[in-house]
């Protein structure tokens, strides 16, 4: 979940990725996983007999500033790794 060390692992390149990486009022919809890939929710998905979830897809790029937070290569890693 976002915490400092979070926000501290992705939010370097600006304010705004910080901000919503640790923001206390509201659920972030970009999130770092616990394979330590950084998501973006995209949408919610029904599933039956249990809650909606959220459909999350890696996000490469900060959508504030452009800067690349993280390679298709890092994701693929940190995926095989928590596998
Ligand atoms: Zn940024």
Redesign the pocket.
Known sequence: MADDATAAAFGG??E??KDALSGDDFEPLIAVGEDGVLYLSVGLIDLEDEEPGMVEHPLFF?P??G?KVQSEDDVKAKAEASA
């Open positions: 390149c600006c705004e990725l900060c504030f500033c800067t």
